[in-house]
C-alpha cells in the first residue's frame, strides 16, 4: 500500500491516492481474514477425516454426515483464499511467450487478464448470489441423519467469490491505471533470491 502512495505521479492528486491506498488496504484485511478462515477449514478437514478413519478403524462407525461436512469445509478451503491469490497473483501463469514482450506489452496483458478475470467471475458471482438467497429463503437442507442447513457452505461460496470478484475490480482499475501511466508499476522482487 505505501508503495502506491510512493509511485504515484503528478497526475493524480493526494486524496484520490488515499483512498485507493485506504481502500486497497481495507481490501487486503478482509482477505487476510478469508485466508484465516479458509485455514481454519483446512484444519477443520484433517480433524475431521483422522478422526472418521480412527472411528472406522477402531470402533467400526463413522461421523454421521461425514459426506456433507467435509463437502462444506473443502468450499471454505478452496474458495475462501480466492481474492488473496488474486491480490498476490498467485495464480498458475505461463510466461514462456511474455517474458521476451517490453513492460508496455505486459503492462497491457496484467489489463486484460484481470479485465478477462471479471468478466469470467462475474456469472459464477450471481450465481452464487441467487443459490445463497434461495437457500435462506427456503430453508433447504441436506438429508442425512443431522440435516444440515445448507446455507453455510452456500455463504461461504457466495462470500468467497464476492470478495474474489472485488479484487479483479479492484486489479483491473489498478492494471489500468499503471498502463495509463498514472501510477507507478509495483516493484517486483527478484526470482533470484530464493533460487537454488
Given at each position: ?58 470402533f467400526n462407525t463413522g461421523i454421521p454426515d461425514e459426506i456433507v461436512i467435509v463437502g462444506e469445509f473443502m468450499i471454505g478451503a478452496l474458495i475462501l483464499p480466492l481474492a488473496f491469490v488474486a491480490a498476490d497473483r498467485g495464480f498458475i501463469t505461463v510466461e514462456i511467450f511474455t517474458q521476451g514482450f517490453g513492460v508496455k506489452v505486459q503492462q497491457v ?88
Amino acid at each position: 500500500m505505501a508503495n502506491l502512495q510512493n509511485q504515484s505521479s503528478q497526475a493524480m492528486p493526494s486524496a484520490t491516492i488515499r483512498m485507493l491506498v485506504c481502500s486497497r488496504g481495507f481490501l487486503a484485511g478482509v482477505e487476510k481474514v478469508f485466508l484465516y478462515v479458509g485455514v481454519i477449514c483446512v484444519f477443520a478437514l484433517a480433524v475431521l477425516i483422522s478422526s472418521s478413519v480412527f472411528l472406522r478403524t477402531v470402533f467400526n462407525t463413522g461421523i454421521p454426515d461425514e459426506i456433507v461436512i467435509v463437502g462444506e469445509f473443502m468450499i471454505g478451503a478452496l474458495i475462501l483464499p480466492l481474492a488473496f491469490v488474486a491480490a498476490d497473483r498467485g495464480f498458475i501463469t505461463v510466461e514462456i511467450f511474455t517474458q521476451g514482450f517490453g513492460v508496455k506489452v505486459q503492462q497491457v496483458l496484467n489489463v486484460l487478464t484481470s479485465v478477462f478475470g471479471v468478466i469470467a467471475v462475474a456469472p459464477i458471482t450471481y450465481a452464487a448470489y441467487l443459490t445463497f438467497f434461495d437457500v435462506v429463503d427456503s430453508g433447504a437442507y441436506f438429508f442425512g441423519l443431522l440435516e444440515l442447513p445448507k446455507w453455510p457452505g452456500r455463504s461461504l461460496f457466495f462470500f468467497g467469490y464476492i470478495l474474489f470478484f472485488i479484487r479483479l475490480i479492484d486489479l483491473s482499475i489498478f492494471d489500468l491505471l499503471v498502463a495509463f501511466g498514472v501510477v507507478d508499476a509495483p516493484v517486483e522482487e527478484s526470482d533470484e533470491e530464493g533460487a537454488y
